[in-house]
């Protein structure tokens, strides 16, 4: 008998918005394992420290912050061998993943390396633009409109081209391009109908309009837009 590989959702950050399903099973864990800054704590972790045993067997993957692939994908590697171990001998493993799972997750590079091989169940978990709206007491789409979620890595080009086929916009992985994507949607009028927000759900959460962003935005941010009239009374 093999353990059974689970993929949690830890969510946007207040360990309040963790599922059930999800506390438990960090709770009755033996084997943990999470994805960290390269040099830093994990937030995944630190997001379900109270539900973590004293004596739990820990994982961690420290993914370096890098534009290429291949460190990273090196670490994934040598975490998915490690979590291979434990499956073999019998113990379930829990991957703490910020968000959901499948969502923009870490937990799917480690999900290609071992569901073939293993059973594995996926928890879902609240996403960090839900969080984001939530905020801001603001629907993210309604009716039949289109939303569109774009990384904030995009150039200026694509990402015009995919928010003009929206009625609904997200942008994620704001960070070092705030500046940049502020003024691609200036040039086009919508910056005014632009919401931003920074660290959902946290205590320090900010949740502004674009025009009173700060200059540089924390990794943990988005914008949300848009562009017609209000639709929902």
Not at 55 to 82: K, L, T
Request: charged content about 20%; hydrophobic content about 45%; aromatic content about 6%.
């Amino acid at each position: 008998m093999t353990g059974t590989l689970y993929g949690i959702g830890t969510g946007p950050g207040d360990p309040e918005l963790v599922t059930r399903k999800a506390w438990r099973l960090v709770q009755e864990a033996d084997v943990i394992a999470y994805p960290s800054a390269e040099g830093g704590d994990s937030f995944a972790r630190s997001i379900m420290a109270d539900a973590i045993k004293p004596d739990a067997i820990e994982i961690e993957m420290p993914v370096p912050m890098v534009s290429g692939r291949a460190p990273a994908q090196a670490i994934y590697d040598d975490g998915a061998a490690a979590i291979r171990d434990h499956l073999s001998a019998g113990r379930d493993v829990v991957v703490l993943c910020e968000g959901d799972p499948l969502f923009y997750g870490s937990f799917m590079y480690i999900l290609a390396r071992l569901r073939d091989d293993f059973p594995t169940q996926i928890i879902p978990g609240v996403t960090s633009m839900t969080a984001c709206a939530a905020a801001h007491n603001h629907a993210l789409v309604a009716r039949n409109d289109v939303l569109t979620v774009l990384p904030g890595t995009l150039d200026n080009d694509v990402m015009l081209d995919r928010i003009k086929a929206s009625e609904a916009v997200v942008i994620m992985k704001i960070g070092r391009h705030l500046g940049r994507i502020r003024d691609l949607l200036s040039t086009q009028g919508l910056a005014q109908q632009a919401l931003y927000v920074s660290h959902a759900s946290l205590p320090h959460e900010k949740a502004l309009p674009l025009s009173n962003a700060p200059d540089t935005a924390p990794y943990f941010s988005m914008i949300l837009l848009y562009k017609g009239q209000d639709p929902w009374i």
